[in-house]
T-cell receptor
Framework: AQSVAQPEDQVNVAEGNPLTVKCTYS??????LFWYVQYPNRGLQFLLK??????LVKGSYGFEAEFNKSQTSFHLKKPSALVSDSALYFC?????????????FGTGTKLQVIP | KAGVTQTPRYLIKTRGQQVTLSCSPI?????VSWYQQTPGQGLQFLFE???????NKGNFPGRFSGRQFSNSRSEMNVSTLELGDSALYLC?????????????FGPGTRLTVL
């Protein structure tokens, strides 16, 4: 089975500093990886995905993620953190094909951006 | 277009009771998936329905069941509630033929079991 791991329950970063939220994956075959964000009292929102191609993937709200095959990692990054980025972030991997796809999520990392 | 709606938003039940949660997908979406979110486990996939048929299933006990109606609205039922069932239950819908990366999530139903 495919899986992802988020080793940090919480990440604290000062506003304006670069941020990184870590994710490692364990998949057989080519990985289809995603990042989602959950703001307080709001639904989960898709941020970005990696399927194939460039190892640096750009997404919404200025976020990007770096895919590293040798380290089996897919870390989420942003050059300059905003207080409004404070939220819960989930790394995820797609399993299955066609109409039988499903998403397996990590346990989530709470990002706290300190003013 | 209205987003995914879930009712009720909050629910308090006691152990042994059963509960039914409802999800209305975005108009035109025929796939509805359900997830359980808890602080320690993150989001765990429960099941997916498409055209009134369960298409995919996660690793949850039989106390968790669901169904989908002809208008694509879906319900999830949990019988004989346990304290560990306290969680945020999210549903998501996606258009036919779209990948899971294009699923849209509702705000969730917060279930508390006392």
């Amino acid at each position: 089975a495919q899986s992802v791991a988020q080793p940090e329950d919480q990440v604290n970063v000062a506003e304006g500093n670069p941020l990184t939220v870590k994710c490692t994956y364990s998949v057989s075959g080519n990985p289809y990886l995603f990042w989602y964000v959950q703001y307080p009292n709001r639904g989960l929102q898709f941020l970005l995905k990696y399927i194939t191609g460039d190892n640096l993937v750009k997404g919404s709200y200025g976020f990007e993620a770096e895919f590293n095959k040798s380290q089996t990692s897919f870390h989420l990054k942003k050059p300059s953190a905003l207080v409004s980025d404070s939220a819960l972030y989930f790394c995820a991997v797609r399993e299955g094909r066609g109409g039988y796809q499903k998403v397996t999520f990590g346990t989530g990392t709470k990002l706290q951006v300190i003013p | 277009k209205a987003g995914v709606t879930q009712t009720p938003r909050y629910l308090i039940k006691t152990r042994g009771q059963q509960v039914t949660l409802s999800c209305s997908p975005i108009s035109g979406h025929r796939s509805v998936s359900w997830y359980q979110q808890t602080p320690g486990q993150g989001l765990q996939f429960l099941f997916e329905y498409f055209s009134e048929t369960q298409r995919n299933k996660g690793n949850f006990p039989g106390r968790f069941s669901g169904r989908q109606f002809s208008n694509s609205r879906s319900e999830m039922n949990v019988s004989t509630l346990e304290l560990g069932d306290s969680a945020l239950y999210l549903c998501a819908s996606r258009p036919q033929g779209a990948g899971v990366d294009t699923q849209y999530f509702g705000p969730g139903t917060r279930l508390t079991v006392l």
